[in-house]
């Protein structure tokens, strides 16, 4: 059923470009474990060895927090059609904020979406696929606009205070720089 390999095929590529929502957990070593399901055009194979995906202004930053203290990362993609599978991508992660040098280069990557607030950066270790015969079908009706329409209202600078006031702990309190790396 469960299949390793060392990097991402054609195979899995094709698949996660067809899936409309993918979840990423990251955790330390003293940590809550934390588990976030993911959508809208955020997601970038770059490589069979390197994923990239861009990360919105959210209520929490557990995942920027965590990633800067253990660069370990798991995103997971299901098949919600036929067939059925189950992509798993483990690797190492680097957290790109907006006031880093490469930050621009990778933003280019992806069409513009307001409240970006960092960049995820994944060295793929191990791909693991298994069946997914449990996973239920589920209908794609579309991509909510809530978040996108929260952060053009509050503009730059709004979602820049924002930052300061909810996103520069994690809730076990580790920092994420989110305000130091600002632009």
């Known amino acids: 059923m469960g299949r390793k390999f060392d990097e991402l095929s054609e195979r899995h590529i094709r698949f996660i ?10 955790a330390t070593k003293d940590s809550r474990i934390n588990l976030s399901p993911k959508g809208m055009d955020a997601l ?24 800067q203290r253990d660069p370990r990362m798991t995103l ?6 036929d067939p059925p599978m189950i992509l798993r991508v483990y690797g190492a992660a680097r957290v790109v904020h907006p006031g880093d040098p490469d930050w621009a280069d990778l933003l280019s990557l992806f069409k513009p979406l307001p409240g970006a607030r960092q960049i995820f950066d994944l060295a793929v270790h191990l791909v693991q696929t298994s069946c997914g015969m449990g ?33 520069q702990v994690s809730i076990d309190g580790i920092p994420t720089r989110i305000v130091e790396k600002k632009r």
């Not at 470009?17 to 990251?26: D, G, H, L, Y």
């Not at 970038?44 to 990633?67: C, F, I, K, M, P």
């Not at 997971?76 to 059609?81: D, I, K, N, P």
């Not at 239920?136 to 820049?160: M, N, S, T």
Request: overall charge negative.
């Open 44 to 67: 970038r194979v770059v490589d069979v060895g390197r994923v990239l995906w861009l990360n919105l202004t959210g209520s929490g930053n557990e995942t920027s927090a965590h990633v």
């Open 135 to 167: 996973v239920p079908y589920f209908a794609y009706r579309g991509d909510r606009e809530q978040l996108v329409d929260w952060a053009v209202k509050k503009g730059d600078e709004g979602v820049r205070d924002y930052w300061e006031q909810k996103n």
């Open 76 to 81: 997971m993609f299901c098949a919600f059609e």
């Open 17 to 26: 470009a067809e899936q409309k929502i993918f979840f990423v957990a990251t």
